[in-house]
């Protein structure tokens, strides 16, 4: 049945099995679930249900975006972001940590 595809994280665009366990595991069964939770929502569970681990917070937003929109991460149309000319990013330790340098670290403009 060509629906329960469509809806089946197992063949939703950027999600593998290991972003699957994940939402699996707080409760994101399927992309109707991840619309109702939002990209955003579903990495911020994501991050509380595993805390110590560190998640690339890009990565998994646009693959959670592009997984909704059934495209590519890289594809993900310019609309979604337009007209937003500042992100602000804050590194945080964990608790009773210290956050380490950051490095690599560049800004793209269109």
Known sequence: MKTKKVNDLKYAR????????QLNEIGVFSLKDLIKLTPVKAYKKICKSNPGKTFPVCYYL???QGAIMDLHWNDIPEEITKGKNRVTVKFQSHPNNTAGPVFGIRTIRP
């Open 62 to 64: 646009y693959s959670l």
């Open 14 to 21: 950027n999600i593998g099995s290991t972003i699957e366990k």
